[in-house]
């Protein structure tokens, strides 16, 4: 339109509706050969890869389906469809739908799949149940000889302000080993969805709380774990002999589990023969993690005597296999690896060349490379005692037994140590079993065996005496305005955090030295510490006691390289590096340590890096927290909490910190994009998070898509803000606390994706001179209104995503 007459041209006019003709008639060109391009998909369609995956094996609900929606609209374009809402999962962005009549659970997928108002669409799986005590079966119970429980139970036997939720197929709520410790919750019984919980056609529930949880030294049929703690039944497999549980019931289990305050949640489940992650269960485990819950799964059970693939195959299952959970695998009476006990990682690289009678590769399953995780321990879970439904006890064997062992663990630690988050108490479990495979970690056995008395001993002892190997400690109270160490020149400033105060490194020659701090034998040094900006060159120290000038004299050193990473050198004879990059301007805690276990490198509380190599540093020598100018250059940091001890410390805690751990495997999102992300800290003030787009993965400066958002875990965001069609882009998440020092972090997903705004969103994101998109002068409200159905059904089809793009590129609008 031309501003100072108000008037289109005649040649302009005609030039515009070149333009709708010619992209009017790609859409025609588009739809009559949509026949042919719905089932001839380009590789990376935005086909969601939970059906993708589930697709291959294990069986699903049958007239039902999962779907992610983008937004309360297409629920309601899907109930005129013949669709209806089961269920809500609130949490989760997700909801049960019931297939319309007439149609099968397949083609409602293949329906679904395609349509531009659903973010994800996934089938709902089947998952299947994978002071000495008077009680009289106690004696038979070995299990807790293996786990050196009678010692343990002479430091902690529980308390009745934790609660153990089973997420299962009910309970015998009559039991007299078990009643009087049942707590029942609003829809406890997820199938039914009613309030009774109580089960007798299927009785795994009730064993499994008999494992973990039984009322002990009651002269009553066996022991449990946790002599005290509550126990929080909920149902999510049917009344009914054999039944299965699905994801949604599942997920809306642990939901539940989350909003009556659970302190630990157990899944002795696993999937029939489903390898890959299940997005529903994952995004409700998620939401438990980042409530502060831990969450204890079976690693699954296979049959090493079967003659048909997959069941012949050790793979570990999900949940047990997820990131998020602590993975429990089974011993036997001998104190070896249960021939039963699943372990090996359904992602590693040597195990997709397994293949089945028809062909199917692991790889074939849809699971990334690094997605999923090995067991983290085992414990006893062959032939071991119970309690059963009704009176008297079962032997049973599988690693639905060896789980609730280390789940009531868990509450006799979080009892001694309520401020343990979930990754504590994973590296605890971890770093106090009792070995029992080849040196150190191990596929079948992960770390060792639960050894009770020692998990509860260690955090008892850091309990009570906190500081008593301590030789120097700076702790909350802050560093001193005054030069803080024994020698140097650095300065406190006010600038630490929490806002409290730090000992400031501003450059080479700027130091802090502490005399006689080191143990000769162990010893542990930790604190928190932020740099600057990232280093020049890989030879900044933060923390030295010859620098350079060691020459095999030995040393313990610690350097923040220049990509990043941190590097702990001690006595020339050890290198770590850390497998974090940490970044420039946010808190982080570091720890090193040395001793009998050999030496470990620690960010944020999780082991980044180890060696078996004992020994310790010159002790003699002045411990420098940055260099003076004649052995070193300095690292610029800042170091607040500064603590040095002479025992070998296992259990850290951690600054803020973000990790976007799970991203969709499309290469296309369209309208919007589902993100699921971990933020934690020892702290417990509120923590808002915002997710942004960013072309590269650098320098966290990108888009923001959606912001103040509650730390669930998990959200769908739309992709207006981006106005694209088809550019590729890195997701971040930035974690911040306001109240609780200030802190802010951000974190970029491993992988990007191409994003495709929504086309009523980009009709009006590209305007014309007239301040309205130009199409809407040539065509008016009812032509603009046509042009968007073509447009919106031409982007649900890879084709149509290009035809679009390139009217875009070409003329704009």
Not at 31 to 49: F, H, I, K, T, Y
Not at 598 to 614: H, I, K, P
């Amino acid at each position: 339109m031309d501003c100072e007459t108000g008037f289109v041209s005649g040649h302009r006019r005609r030039r515009e509706k070149v333009r709708v003709v010619l992209f009017a008639g790609l859409c025609l060109l588009l739809l009559c050969a949509a026949a042919m391009l719905v089932e001839d998909r380009v590789a990376g369609e935005v086909v969601p890869a939970a059906v993708v995956r589930a697709a291959a094996v294990g069986p699903s609900a049958d007239g039902e389906v999962i779907v992610v929606p983008r937004d309360e609209a297409a629920l309601s374009v899907l109930e005129t469809l013949g669709y209806s809402i089961k269920r809500r999962l609130s949490p989760l962005n997700a909801v049960l739908l019931a297939v319309p009549v007439g149609k099968t659970t397949e083609e409602a997928v293949a329906e679904l799949a395609v349509r531009a108002d659903l973010v994800d669409v996934r089938r709902n799986r089947l998952y299947s149940r994978a002071v000495t005590p008077n009680d009289p079966q106690f004696s038979n119970q070995w299990q807790f000889d293996s786990i050196v429980a009678e010692p343990a139970w002479d430091i902690d036997t529980g308390t009745a302000s934790e609660t153990i939720a089973i997420i299962d197929d009910g309970i015998d709520t009559d039991h007299v080993d078990l009643a009087a410790r049942l707590v029942f919750v609003k829809g406890a019984d997820v199938v039914n969805n009613d309030d009774d919980p109580s089960q007798f056609v299927n009785i795994h529930g009730t064993e499994v709380a008999g494992m973990a949880a039984a009322i002990t030294n009651n002269g009553q049929d066996a022991a449990g774990v946790d002599w005290n703690a509550k126990i929080m039944p909920i149902q999510v497999f049917a009344d009914v002999a054999g039944s299965s549980a699905t994801s949604a019931d599942i997920a809306a289990g642990i939901i539940k589990a989350v909003e009556n305050h659970a302190s630990v949640i157990n899944l002795s489940l696993m999937g029939f023969l489903d390898f890959a992650p299940d997005d529903t269960i994952e995004d409700a485990i998620a939401y438990a993690v980042n409530a502060g819950i831990p969450v204890v799964a079976a690693a699954g059970n296979f049959n090493s005597g079967g003659t048909t693939w997959p069941e012949t195959v050790p793979i570990h299952r999900f949940p047990g296999s997820s990131f998020l959970t602590i993975s429990v695998g089974a011993t036997n009476r001998a104190d070896s690896w249960a021939n039963f006990s699943a372990y090996v990682r359904p992602d590693e690289a040597s195990y997709q060349t397994w293949i089945n009678p028809g062909g199917t590769l692991l790889g074939d399953l849809g699971i990334q490379e690094g997605q999923l995780t090995t067991l983290d321990l085992v414990a006893p879970g062959e032939s071991v005692v119970t309690l059963t439904a009704g009176v008297g006890v079962a032997t049973v064997n599988g690693t639905s037994f060896s789980a609730p062992l280390v789940f009531g663990a868990v509450t006799l630690v979080k009892h001694i140590r309520s401020e343990y988050s979930p990754e504590n108490l994973r590296e605890i479990l971890r770093v106090t079993a009792r070995d029992i495979g080849p040196g150190g970690y191990d596929a079948p056995t992960g770390a060792g065996v639960l050894d009770l008395n020692k998990l509860l001993g260690t955090a008892l002892y850091e309990s009570l005496y906190p500081f008593s190997d301590d030789t120097r400690t700076i702790r909350a109270d802050s560093f001193s305005a005054a030069v803080p160490g024994d020698t140097g020149n650095a300065l406190s400033a006010a600038n630490g955090r929490v806002g409290r105060r730090s000992l400031e490194i501003t450059g080479n020659n700027v130091y802090t030295g502490y005399d006689g701090a080191l143990g000769a034998e162990s010893g542990t040094i930790e604190f928190y510490v932020w740099f600057d900006a990232t280093q020049p060159n890989d030879t900044a120290y933060v923390v030295t006691q010859k620098g350079n000038l060691a020459k095999g004299g030995g040393s313990l050193d610690l350097i923040y390289r220049s990509d990043g990473h941190l590097e702990y050198r001690l006595a020339d004879t050890v290198t770590l590096v850390s497998a974090d990059t940490l970044f420039a301007q946010r808190w982080y805690h570091v720890a090193m340590t040395y001793g009998d276990s050999g030496a470990f490198l620690y960010v944020n509380g999780e082991s980044q890096a180890s060696s078996g190599v004992t020994g310790g540093p010159p002790v003699q020598d002045t411990v420098f927290f940055g260099a003076p100018g004649s052995v070193g250059s300095s690292a610029v940091c800042r170091i607040d909490s500064l603590r040095f001890s002479r025992g070998q410390r296992l259990i850290f805690p951690s600054a803020l910190a973000v990790t976007v751990w799970s991203q969709k495997a499309t290469t296309n999102a369209l309208d919007a994009v589902s993100v699921r992300w971990t933020a934690l800290r020892n702290e417990t003030s509120p923590v808002t998070i915002s997710i942004y787009a960013d072309e590269n993965r650098e320098g966290f400066d990108g888009i923001p898509l959606a912001t103040g958002l509650a730390n669930d875990g998990q959200e769908t965001v739309s992709l207006a803000a981006l106005a694209s069609t088809g550019k590729e882009y890195f997701l971040y998440v930035t974690a911040e606390d306001l109240v609780y020092g200030n802190e802010s972090v951000s974190a970029y997903s491993d992988t990007a994706f191409k994003a495709f705004t929504a086309l009523s969103d980009l009709l009006t994101a590209t305007p014309g001179r007239s301040g309205e998109c130009r199409l809407a002068t040539v065509t008016g409200a009812r032509g603009v209104k046509w042009l968007r159905w073509f447009r919106d059904r031409a982007m649900s089809l890879p084709f149509g995503r290009w035809l679009v793009g390139f009217y875009y590129r070409v003329w704009g609008c």
